[in-house]
Nanobody, 124 residues
Framework: QVQLVESGGGLVTAGGSLRLSCAASGRTFSSYTMGWFRQAPGKEREFVAAVSWSGGITYYADSVKGRFTISRDNPKNTVYLQMNSLKPEDTAVYYC?????????????????WGQGTQVTVSS
C-alpha cells in the first residue's frame, strides 16, 4: 500500500511558476513509476507527466512540454513537478499517481495509487 500526499498548489498569475511535491509512504518508492495528472472543472482527467523508477525516463503531454519538468528523489520518497510559464489553461486539480513496476506509462487507468490532489489556479 502506498499513500501519496501532494503539496505546493496555489494561486499564481500567468507566466509565473509553482513547484508541486508528492510525498509517498513506504520503503519501496523506487519500485514505482510516478505520474502527474490534472483535472479541470467540467473536463476529464488528463495526463501531464510521468517519470520512470530511476528518474532517467520522462514523458510529457504536448501541452506542457518545455514548460513543466518532472523529477524524483528516491531517498526522500518524493516526486516533483516544476511548472514554469504557467497559463490560465493550466488551472486544475493536480494529482500524483504511482504505478508498481518499471514500465513508464501515461494512461491513468494503469496507475495503482492516487493522492488527494492539490489545486493550481492561474489568473490572467
Amino acid at each position: 500500500q502506498v499513500q501519496l500526499v501532494e503539496s505546493g498548489g496555489g494561486l499564481v498569475t500567468a507566466g509565473g511558476s509553482l513547484r508541486l511535491s508528492c510525498a509517498a509512504s513506504g520503503r519501496t518508492f523506487s519500485s514505482y513509476t510516478m505520474g502527474w495528472f490534472r483535472q479541470a472543472p467540467g473536463k476529464e482527467r488528463e495526463f501531464v507527466a510521468a517519470v520512470s523508477w530511476s528518474g532517467g525516463i520522462t514523458y510529457y503531454a504536448d501541452s506542457v512540454k518545455g514548460r513543466f519538468t518532472i523529477s524524483r528523489d528516491n531517498p526522500k520518497n518524493t516526486v516533483y513537478l516544476q511548472m514554469n510559464s504557467l497559463k490560465p489553461e493550466d488551472t486544475a486539480v493536480y494529482y500524483c499517481a504511482a504505478r508498481f513496476g518499471r514500465t513508464t506509462v501515461v494512461t491513468g487507468s494503469e496507475y495503482d495509487y492516487w493522492g488527494q490532489g492539490t489545486q493550481v489556479t492561474v489568473s490572467s
